[in-house]
Each structure stands twice: as structure tokens, then as C-alpha cells.
């Protein structure tokens, strides 16, 4: 919840250290450096297996970085292999705000940066973004009918959520968005 709603970069990096460990145990021992170049490296082989080659990880978290990039093909190309593979993300991407609660039980309060969910629910999920380099950066997928999203890729935006709110108001306005009931 708090990578995918909040965008925080710690979470990321837990995920990632994790996945690591998990896909190979005998690194329990090795420095974290050494777990999160073992996820980029299998982020890199998830990559290639998508065939996406105009994408390029080298950190967990898209940190600027000259070698780490991607393109709004790839990333819409990566959104749709997560709606069909795993759109339990798209459902914590949709939280608003929420609490979680760590294993001694102090609770923490996430509110999701995505400001557009409150103004348009047929939003189906999306992931923000943004460094120097890039700039603002917004993913969403938007359902015009139930199963179908829209992919929509902002990036390099100096103001991704008119950006994004201009594009949703459009697709409003020029289709009709069926209701999942």
C-alpha cells in the first residue's frame, strides 16, 4: 500500500529486498546492496522477457539515473501485463488513504498521491511519479467498459494532474463509460 498508493521509496526498496530473497534465499547473508542489484537484475529479465526495448532498470525505484529509463509505450505495455497478470495492484493503487500497521503495532497513516481518484471513479488504477530528470509522471488505466481499461502515459509533465484531468475530461466527453454494475 504504501509503495503503489503512497510512491514511497522505502516501501519499494523492501519489496524489492524481499523479492530478492525470496527468489534466491542464499543471499540472506549478503549486504542489501547485493539484494537490490539481484531484483534490478530480475526486473531486467522481466523486461526482456516482455520484449520491451526501449526500457533500461537499474534501481527499484526509477531514480534518475542516465542508464534507467523507459518510454510510455513500455510502461502502458508493463501496466496491461499487471492488469492481466496481477490487478490486485490496481486495487491498492484506487485506495484513497488508510492505515497500516507494523509488526509491534504502531500505525501509519498513507493518503494515496494521486489526487484525480476522488474526481473521476472509473479510474481503474494508476502509479505517479517524479524525479528531477523525468519530471511529473502519471500512469493511469481509466475503464470505459467493465475488463477494458485505457492506458493513459503522462510523463515530463510540468503539471501531470490538469495534464491527466484534460485527458480524462476528453475521454468523458467523447465516449461512454459503461458502469461496472
Known amino acids: ?47 526482456d522477457a516482455l520484449g520491451l526495448k526501449n526500457t533500461q532498470f537499474t534501481n527499484p525505484i526509477g531514480r534518475d539515473a542516465p542508464e534507467n529509463y523507459s518510454t510510455a509505450e513500455d510502461l502502458a505495455r508493463i501496466a496491461g501485463e499487471i492488469f492481466a497478470k496481477a490487478p490486485k495492484i490496481w486495487d491498492v493503487s484506487r485506495i484513497i488513504e488508510g492505515e497500516i500497521y507494523s509488526q509491534s503495532g504502531r500505525n501509519y497513516h498513507f493518503e494515496n498521491t494521486n489526487i484525480l481518484l476522488k474526481e473521476f471513479p472509473a479510474l481503474f488504477g494508476s502509479k505517479t511519479g517524479f524525479t528531477d530528470e ?4 502519471l500512469l493511469m488505466l481509466y475503464e470505459l467498459a467493465p475488463e477494458d481499461p485505457i492506458v493513459v502515459v503522462i510523463l515530463k509533465s510540468k503539471a501531470r494532474f490538469d495534464d491527466g484531468r484534460a485527458i480524462l475530461r476528453w475521454l468523458d466527453a467523447s465516449f461512454k463509460v459503461l458502469s461496472r454494475q
Open 1 to 47: 500500500k504504501l509503495m503503489v498508493a503512497e510512491s514511497d521509496n522505502d516501501a519499494a526498496y523492501a519489496a524489492a529486498d524481499v523479492t530478492a530473497l525470496k527468489a534466491d534465499p542464499a543471499l540472506r547473508a549478503a549486504p542489501f546492496e547485493t539484494r537490490i542489484h539481484r531484483f534490478v537484475f530480475l526486473m531486467n529479465q522481466r523486461r
Open 134 to 137: 523525468a519530471g511529473g509522471a
